[in-house]
């Protein structure tokens, strides 16, 4: 078999599995570990897989700017963000991440719903501008245009003062063994420290997302209390996020 034929088959099985391991397809296809890994090394430069100890994992459709992931699966964030904006209920104070599906999110909020929005995207902010009921705490710092959010020092000494009902946190990838990723390292820190300042954490997650992951780790399946997603989980995640106590709609 030839290398382009084998790195074709590789990908299928990802595609499939949701996973690959290096020595389970040096044996399946009968060549040296050494070779899979420059396999996986050449596949990973062309942004088709994202490679782990021990393997890879599919890469995550989500890291492209900005503007393109305004349009990627747009009917499933709006989907996903009718069902996560019904969460907030009068009164609460609420973390928003920034990102394309929370921006949708804050488009399916009623006009009349009173509650207190906490945020680092200046864009969530401009959004909930003609929501009257709605104030806004915008936290500020180091602009990452990628996000369009603000990261950095002054960023995280801010959220320390703060406490929250809930954290709408935005991922690139939600896997069975990676977890929630993302891909910035800075921006998985910042995630984190959110999540820990909110009594409840809700990821939404459009279907480019699922069974995929990005390069940095922002935490286990269990850092959230509730997975918002679009369509079916299949059953190894599903019985995973069970295990784990992770609500799902």
Do not use: W
Not at 130 to 136: A, M, T
């Amino acid at each position: 078999m030839l290398a382009s034929q084998r790195k074709k088959r590789i990908l299928d099985i990802l595609a499939t599995e949701k996973q690959v391991l290096s020595g389970e397809l040096s044996q399946r296809f009968g060549v040296s570990e050494d070779s899979i890994r420059r396999d996986l090394r050449e596949l990973a430069a062309e942004g088709l897989l994202q490679r782990v100890h021990g393997g890879a994992l599919p890469v995550s459709a989500a890291l492209a700017p900005f503007e393109t992931r305004k349009n990627v699966q747009i009917d499933s964030k709006r989907a996903v963000s009718r069902k996560a904006a019904a969460l907030i209920q009068p009164g609460q104070v609420v973390i928003i991440d920034g990102g394309t599906t929370t921006t949708e999110m804050i488009k399916q909020l009623p006009t009349d719903l009173p509650f207190t929005a906490v945020t680092h995207s200046p864009g969530i902010a401009v959004g909930l501008v003609d929501f009257p009921l709605v104030d806004v705490i915008l936290i500020g710092g180091r602009l990452y245009k990628h996000s369009v959010v603000t990261v950095g020092a002054s960023m995280l000494e801010s959220i320390n003062r703060i406490n929250a009902d809930l954290f709408f946190m935005g991922v690139t990838g939600v896997h069975k063994n990676a977890g929630f990723t993302t891909g910035d390292y800075e921006e998985a820190s910042v995630k984190r420290a959110l999540s820990a300042r909110a009594a409840e954490t809700v990821v939404m997650a459009s279907q480019e997302k699922l069974n995929s992951a990005s390069a940095f780790a922002i935490g286990p399946l269990s850092l959230a209390s509730t997975l918002v997603v679009d369509g079916e989980l299949d059953a190894e995640l599903c019985a995973l996020l069970k295990k784990q106590r992770v609500t799902v709609i």
